[in-house]
């Protein structure tokens, strides 16, 4: 199987943890745009739909969705979404697509939150794939040095506004043995947005797909 079929065969996977009456969250990128392809299939089971970007919000919007805003929402029963890095404990590094802020927020008003991922994104340790970390755009430099002392080497994405319109650092070198303490020390620098660690909300199911199939890790 190729990256694009594992993906798929993850979402495909996904689609059995919505229950009739699902308040869902949708994530971004590619491997939940291959949940949003099958999302029509299992329409009588969505009581509505919130998005975590603009871009999840346009295809959705394609498929004939209408997209409801947490606000009006309140609570979500799921929520599904991928990952750039898995360890086993499910924590995660999310925010490759730029999505995090509002990702860790709909992530942490789910009761449930599934993770679609294929096998390349499981690994021993996170930190291989670098870092984002939103910040607001007037505390760039400052919070590049601050990710300077912390041993990381952060690199501006040039040319990439969120949207929350702020930008986003890609933090190189960290080597994160300490998930939830990293999470918090990172948030903690004034300036900081989100930081795309999601140790305090990890995944409560992974779904891994693979050469042999989809695995499932519980939390
Ligand atoms: C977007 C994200 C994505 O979930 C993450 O980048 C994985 O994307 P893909 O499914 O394209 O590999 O965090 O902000």
Known sequence: ??????????????????????????????????????????????????????????????????????????????????????????????????????????????????????DSKLVGMLGSFPLPVEVLPMALEFVSRRLVKLRGQPVWRKDFVTDNRNYIL?????????PLETEERINRIPGVVTVGIFAHRPADVLLIAGDQGVRELRA
Request: hydrophobic share 40%; glycine share 10%; net charge positive.
């Open 1 to 118: 199987m190729d990256a694009t079929q594992k993906k798929r065969a993850a979402a495909r996977a996904a689609l059995e943890f919505i229950e009739p009456g699902t308040r869902l969250g949708v994530g971004t990128g590619s491997t939940v745009n291959c949940l949003i392809d099958l999302l029509p299939g299992v329409r009588d089971r969505i009581e509505c739909l919130v998005s975590s970007s603009k871009a999840t919000t346009a295809l959705l919007e394609k498929q004939g969705f209408e997209v409801s805003t947490l606000n009006q929402v309140g609570a979500l029963d799921l929520y599904i979404d991928g990952a750039d890095e898995s360890n086993k404990r499910l924590q995660l590094i999310k925010g490759g697509g730029g999505a995090l802020t509002r990702e860790k927020i709909l992530a942490s008003a789910a009761r449930r939150f599934v993770c679609i991922v294929d």
């Open 170 to 178: 890609d933090v190189r070198g960290l080597q994160i043995v300490n």
